[in-house]
């Protein structure tokens, strides 16, 4: 269905809503006569029809090969409130949803993606359960339609992992997210403007959202097949999940006292290395027996040296953090609130 302006302003004034969706190669070479993009646009207008919220719709073509980014700028001259952002190559989700965060307007962004898999009827919802006042509401694709061995089975391991690594729990009933790979998402612009964004991190953003004390909670959401195309990703998925879970987990323990951290391993290691060289002196000078070829001896060496190499890594890792906030403006803490009297004193 075609959209009036009804819910736009073109005007800088802060919008209520913007929907981020990434797209890449979304068209379907198998039936040339579909218009996935075209769906995509047209359910997501008529889901947001009539809620009164004033919104913008930001598609980022993520490079796509296939004609999807003609499509979308075709559809832009249909679709008052659709913005298109072309990307010069493919640059990946992650990318693609960065680029879509920078240009969005909005005190409230919902992400989906762009393959009808997530339902744009639910995004009211999501937007409601936002109001009760989190700052990110997770889908969870409770009943999700993808492959259950290449798919449920990595995505359910992944789920657990990345809970109990990060330790993200929900604000309401402090319980583990469900599904972190669910792209229907709702945010506070605050939030996502907080986060950089590398790698294939869209993923983490509920944990990297939860270590600058967002309160997270997650709503159960419709799931669909894919109707059109393939998807872009296989198993090799799961790998760099994994890399990028060690990524936050280091983003989550070390960002402030990276010194607290290495420090301690480094006098554990020192302190157990000196011992055994007393110990081994005491054997030397005091029994007069050789050490020279004790297992000991070597592993003495090792812990004396990798301790002082942990703490010129705590140093060192002290000395990043610091540039790391400071470039960039970043307090080490984030305010929720500022509640003021409305009374002025003299
Ligand atoms: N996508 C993208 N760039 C890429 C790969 C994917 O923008 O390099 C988009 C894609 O168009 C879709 C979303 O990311 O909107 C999720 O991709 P896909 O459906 O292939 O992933 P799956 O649902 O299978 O996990
Ligand atoms: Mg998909």
């Not at 997210?177 to 991190?201: I, P, Q, T, W």
């Amino acid at each position: 269905m075609q959209s009036t302006a009804q819910n736009f302003t073109t005007e800088n004034a802060m919008l209520d809503l913007s929907v981020v969706v990434p797209i890449y190669n979304e068209n379907d070479p198998q039936n040339p006569n579909t218009d996935p993009i075209g769906e995509l646009i047209g359910k997501i207008t008529d889901s947001l029809e009539g809620t009164g919220l004033t919104y913008e719709l930001i598609c980022i073509d993520d490079g796509s090969k296939d004609g999807s980014d003609l499509r979308l700028k075709e559809l832009v001259q249909n679709y008052p409130q659709l913005i298109t952002v072309l990307l010069r190559r493919n640059y990946g989700q992650t990318a693609a949803m960065a680029a879509g965060f920078e240009h969005a307007q909005g005190r409230t962004i919902v992400t989906l993606d762009g393959d009808l898999q997530n339902d744009p009827a639910d995004i009211p919802q999501l937007l409601a359960k936002l109001d009760e006042g989190y700052d990110l509401v997770s889908g969870w694709r409770k009943k999700r339609k993808d492959a259950a061995l290449t798919r449920l089975l990595p995505s359910k391991i992944a789920n657990w992992l990345i809970g109990k690594i990060t330790g993200v729990k929900m604000h309401d009933t402090g319980q583990m997210l469900h599904d972190y790979g669910c792209s229907l998402k709702a945010y506070r612009k605050e939030v996502v403007a907080d986060m950089k964004l590398y790698g294939e991190l869209h993923r983490f953003l509920p944990a990297l959202a939860y270590i600058e004390g967002a309160r997270i909670t997650e709503l159960p959401v419709n799931h669909y097949a894919r109707p059109y195309g393939s998807s872009k990703y296989g198993l090799g998925r799961t790998t760099r999940v994994v890399l990028d879970l060690f990524t936050v987990f280091f983003l989550k323990k070390f960002l402030t006292r990276p010194m607290h951290v290495f420090g301690l391993l480094g006098i554990i290691s020192i302190t157990s290395g000196m011992f055994l060289g007393v110990y081994l002196t005491f054997v030397k000078l005091i029994l007069n027996q050789s050490i020279g070829d004790r297992p000991l001896l070597i592993l003495a060496v090792v812990l004396l040296l990798s301790g002082v190499q942990l703490f010129c890594f705590g140093l060192l890792g002290e000395l990043l953090m610091r540039t790391y906030h400071e470039s960039q403006g970043r307090p080490i803490y984030r305010v929720r609130e500022v509640v003021r009297s409305r009374v002025k004193n003299c």
